[in-house]
Antibody, heavy 117, light 109 residues
């Protein structure tokens, strides 16, 4: 059974960098699949942030591309997300998910990140 | 690409059927048939219900079905149950290698 667990600071200061980790079990980040980050702002819908392929290829939401970076650590079997120059608008629950043929079949429970001083 | 449009809310009684629409599906090559649907109970992980417009993953109830006509995809839930009360999202893959979600629909049973 594939399991994903997000973790990271729950509070980030404005203009800082948001950094999250997604620990993967039951699969390998080096497998032939994509790994995505998705977020949900309070009272809003889901927003796709970006994805990484085991070979290192990445795709990002055009609206966030200038501030986001997704990477994979094969030795720790985890995916990371970095979002720079954050504002209150980046306050959200952040999910990681496994991509498989243009769908996400496994998701983490999500972690809340609040941007505030 | 803007978020896909879904009705904000849909309600039904137990045992009834409801349909959630998702408009604005791109006709760009590669994305037209990559529509998926997710159920999300707040505080929990979203669950995949339908992929590639009308395919149901193993373990997902037959009560969930998907279809598409033109630029509008639809999710039908038959035999509505209390556990179906949740938020539902469609998603589509667009050209340029990015995904877009629908605005979300709150289903009340």
């Amino acid at each position: 059974q594939v399991q994903l667990q997000e973790s990271g600071p729950g509070l980030v200061e404005p203009s800082g960098t948001l950094s999250l980790i997604c620990a993967v079990s039951g699969d390998f980040v080096s497998s032939d699949t994509w790994w995505s980050w998705v977020r949900q702002s309070p009272g809003q819908g889901l927003e796709w942030i970006g994805e990484i392929y085991y070979g290192g290829s990445t795709n990002y939401n055009p609206s966030l591309r200038s501030r986001v970076s997704i990477s994979a650590d094969k030795s720790k079997n985890q995916i990371s997300l970095k979002l720079s120059s954050v504002t209150a608008a980046d306050t959200a629950v952040y999910f990681c998910a496994r991509g498989n043929d243009y769908k996400w079949d496994y998701w983490g429970q999500g972690t809340l990140v609040t941007v505030s001083s | 690409q803007s978020a896909l449009t879904q009705p904000a809310s849909v309600s039904g009684s137990p045992g009834q059927s409801i349909t959630i629409s998702c408009t604005g599906i791109s006709s760009d090559r590669g994305g037209y048939n990559y529509v998926s649907w997710y159920r999300h109970h707040p505080g929990k992980a979203p669950q995949l219900l339908i992929y590639a417009v009308s395919n149901r993953p193993s373990g997902v109830s037959y009560r969930f079905s998907g279809s598409k006509s033109g630029s509008t995809a639809s999710l039908t839930i038959s035999g509505l149950q209390a556990e179906d009360e949740a938020d539902y999202y469609c998603s589509s893959y667009g050209s340029g290698h990015f995904y877009v979600f629908g605005s979300g629909t709150r289903v009340t049973v």
